[in-house]
């Protein structure tokens, strides 16, 4: 079961070689942010995250997409999202401007349909959980996400995209500007790419350290 691989925060993960552990990488907690518009739902969701998922850390718990993209701790690693919100920004806009701030998606619906399912998921969420569905199905749909990223050897485009212009010798800054993003995301995906590389083993203690290491994947000429 995935919710083996994960400890209460940051977390060592290793083999056992007779009684001894050998740390082989750090884990750190899933970061969190939980967005619908109806606050028994968001209320309740907010509260069986904190109280059953030690692994999944809610940083962000609001009732609009404003108060989302505007709070301190957004992007998250993982957005809960309902698909009806009151602002009227399609579903699209919404997990498109989450990807390409960092973050992935999870809708939550209650409406339950083969052609909203589609839309979310072509949007690029990474799952599609129906409201009638027990929060044990948001929870797993959460930590499958973050797996799936954290622990394969990939980053999303938006990361690729800012680690190749980051080793060209451009500063997070320029790279917000020439991406349209702000310089605080940037920064954040360039500590994502830190934090990849720690958790395998091969930290980056510098910008020299972290070029090299995409280097020896292939990621950067």
């Given at each position: 079961m995935i919710a083996r691989l994960w400890g209460e925060s940051d977390c060592?993960?290793?083999h056992i070689q007779g009684d001894n552990v050998i740390p082989q990488s750090i884990v750190r907690s899933c970061r969190v942010a939980i967005v619908d518009d109806h606050e028994l739902v968001l209320d309740g969701l907010t509260m069986y995250m904190r109280s059953n998922a030690a692994?999944?850390?809610?940083?962000i718990s609001v009732t609009g997409w404003f108060e989302l993209i505007g709070h301190p701790a957004f992007a998250p690693d993982v957005v809960v999202?309902?698909?009806?919100l009151q602002e009227s920004i399609s579903i699209e806009t919404r997990v498109t401007s989450c990807l390409a701030a960092g973050a992935l998606v999870v809708v939550v619906s209650s409406l339950e349909t083969d052609e909203l399912r589609e839309r979310s998921l072509a949007?690029?969420?990474s799952a599609f959980v129906p409201k009638s569905s027990p929060a044990d199905a948001v929870v797993d749909a959460v930590r499958s996400a973050?797996?799936?990223v954290h622990e394969s050897n990939?980053?999303?485009?938006?990361?690729l995209e800012i680690l190749r212009l980051y080793a060209d010798g451009l500063s997070p800054v320029d790279i917000g500007l020439q991406l349209g993003l702000s310089f605080e995301v940037v920064k954040t995906h360039l500590s994502r790419i830190r934090d990849h590389y720690a958790a395998s083993g091969r930290p980056t203690h510098s910008k020299q350290d972290l070029i090299r290491r995409a280097a020896e994947d292939g990621l950067v000429s």
């Open positions: 060592v993960r290793g692994d999944l850390d809610v940083v999202m309902d698909l009806q949007a690029g969420a973050w797996s799936s990939t980053f999303i485009d938006a990361q």
